[in-house]
């Protein structure tokens, strides 16, 4: 979950400096940018966190179940 979120921050920070840098200056790319849903789609990974968790957490509940599960220390 932590990686998707460091992910998810890295992205929205590549896409904020690309369409700053070079997207914005370009009639042909911005034109393809809106095309393609702009900076509205910047946000999706941070909508996936409470999927990835409640995801996570219920296969972590069925693995625990499972027979034969032995938790080892690290």
Not at 21 to 44: C, N, S, W
Request: glycine share 12%.
């Amino acid at each position: 979950m932590i990686a998707l979120v460091i992910a998810s921050t890295l992205h929205t920070a590549f896409a904020i400096a690309l369409y700053m840098a070079v997207i914005r200056h370009d009639p042909v790319k911005l034109y393809m940018f809106q095309l393609t849903g702009g900076l509205g789609e910047i946000g999706f990974p941070f909508i996936l966190l409470p999927i990835v968790f409640v995801v996570g957490s219920i296969g972590g509940a069925i693995g625990k179940s499972l027979p034969g599960h032995r938790a080892t220390a690290a």
